[in-house]
DNA sequence: TTACATCGTTAGTGCCACTAACGCAACAGG
DNA sequence: CCTGTTGCGTTAGTGGCACTAACGATGTAA
């Protein structure tokens, strides 16, 4: 796992390696590769999880309401319910009150699947933060949250 | 410019919504976005940059030696240093000294193009950062790379 | 009825990280 | 001097993700 390729860091301009959108890239990069990787072990994808998670908090629901709720797209959300649904994580059945909607329900086995999933990311936050101590996660998540909350405004 | 696709933020999971995984994903693809943009606007990418910004630091070099600097695939740099030939804002010619390397050097185009690209990524960092305080973006940028550190030792 | 919006789905674009393999050139060791 | 190894530039290809466009079928409102 991780990267073959070989970098040379030390060589790597300083105006390059202190560039805050740059080492934000690169840290997301690496936790998104640890991310796709172990998901990858557990069958499964970010957006299973994501996916899996909203089922979970708000029950039964379309699958355009899931890519509301998700942020993954409608026309990505059909592959991510059919591996779903091979998968026996969960069931689709057309929603007999309109009929243009699939009610997607979570299945046990689904439940079983999602709890695994759940202690696979919280272990990935500890790896992903594990150089920072508590007080300083807390810190970091604070300052994503509102640079999120200012980015994604309409 | 920006996202056309609509999410419902408040509809999104607790769980998914403070994910720090989660978060720096996405913060990290609006910063991406944002500079694919812009540089679009200029006519250059993230990795012309890059590469304008290692000749520059550390004079003309080879494609691997660019590669390493930068952290772009060897690959990849073909198309980084046919791009920036073809704009004219450097030169690709064999290396007398060792017949398989090429030597890229910045032409006074580039320089000049560097410049503007300076000031459009020091916008940007003040664009993605903006709803942080001065020491907030200290702060930030350093757990970044303390982070950054941590996950690209070997 | 007419117009419009929503749903699931298919297809396709473009960018990026990453791998594999190629022919060529340099180099180190026996 | 051969020989295996390493480094070089290059081509081709994979897979994931963000994103757009358009479709037919269905629902809702003017």
Redesign the pocket.
Known sequence: MG???EMDEQATPELLRTLPSRML?QVA?YAD?LA?ERLGAADA???HYAALVALRASGPA????LSRRTG?????M?AV?NELEERGHVERAPDPA?????VITMTDSGRRHLERLDELIAGLQDDLLAPLTGPEREQFSALLARLLAHHSRA
Chains 1, 2 share one sequence.
């Not at 993954?72 to 990505?76: C, G, L, P, Q, T």
């Not at 309109?98 to 699939?102: A, C, F, G, L, T």
Request: charged letters at 40%.
């Open positions: 990267v073959t390729y890239s990069m590769r796709g994808r970010k957006w379309s699958q355009a309401e993954v797209y409608r026309s990505d059909v319910v309109d009929r243009r909607r699939n």
